[in-house]
């Protein structure tokens, strides 16, 4: 149904199907995916990748493990997690053919994926100054490699 090579054409059509199955549960006092509540006691389990991509429902970061998940195991494709520092958001990216690009289809790039080195000043651009304002960068969240530089952010000293 979306091909079986990692192109952007085929990475996008996960990124809209899986969107428009998501159910997000922002103000919703409900557990995150990626957590499992252990009983008896007050704290949570994280739990594996693949669990979470078939939950189909949480926030901003379990969209993106979700989609990351499935663009690897169902294109081959090279995809991370990548989260902003000092602001609330998370999202999805690709690599595809030595590019990243961001699809962030919930939130910041709803009309198509963008250019990882021309993310920040696209925010700037099309009226996310309250990121471009807080945000101090974007980190790999399996990594925690400082990501920034890779998307053109201007940082503030």
Known sequence: IYGTRCTLENAWSIAKATRASFMFTYRVNVPKPRQLMVMGYDRYLWVPRGLIAVADTGTCEDFAIELTTLLRDVLGCEA??????????????????????????????????????????????????????????????????????????????
């Open 80 to 157: 991370r997690v990548v989260a902003f520092e000092d602001y609330d958001h998370a999202l999805p990216e690709v690599k595809i053919d030595g590019v990243w690009y961001v699809l962030d289809i919930s939130y910041t790039t709803p009309a198509g994926p963008i250019r990882a080195e021309n993310y920040w000043m696209y925010l700037n651009n099309t009226g996310y100054s309250q990121i471009v304002a807080k945000a101090k960068g974007l980190v790999d969240r399996e990594t925690g490699k400082d990501v920034s530089s890779e998307h053109g952010f201007m940082l503030r000293g």
